[in-house]
Nanobody, 125 residues
Framework: QVQPVESGGRLVQAGDSLRLSCTASAASRRTLSVYPMGWFRQTPGKEREFVGIISRDGTLTTYGDSVKGRFTISRNNEQNTVYLQMNNIKPEDTAIYYC???????????????WGQGTQVTVSS
């Protein structure tokens, strides 16, 4: 099993770009490379929102409607890292961002079984 660790969140201004990273903790028994990896986000009082997912080899990606065309997920399996590139950031993108490993790229609820602690992104207008 892998234990994801997110980083890169900070305070940014609307219109800025930001890249989040997700790596595997030192205690992980497996690397991120064997899993499709997803990104989610959550704000207080709201349900966790799907941001996107990338396949094991990085050739397939799917995005949520609210970020499509602005966010890009990529991965470097040699460096055991998954990235979330956020462009043209909006105030409504303010959230805690989580990465998670999935049992399948064509995921269903419950397929994401290892979650990181999250990284806070705050967007000022």
């Amino acid at each position: 099993q892998v234990q994801p660790v997110e980083s890169g969140g900070r305070l940014v201004q609307a219109g800025d770009s930001l890249r989040l990273s997700c790596t595997a903790s030192a205690a992980s028994r497996r690397t991120l490379s064997v899993y499709p990896m997803g990104w989610f986000r959550q704000t207080p009082g709201k349900e966790r929102e799907f941001v996107g997912i990338i396949s094991r080899d990085g050739t397939l990606t799917t995005y949520g409607d609210s970020v499509k065309g602005r966010f890009t997920i990529s991965r470097n399996n040699e460096q055991n890292t998954v990235y979330l590139q956020m462009n043209n950031i909006k105030p409504e993108d303010t959230a805690i961002y989580y990465c998670a490993s999935s049992r399948s790229y064509y995921w269903r609820p419950g397929d994401f079984d290892s979650w990181g602690q999250g990284t806070q992104v705050t967007v000022s207008s």
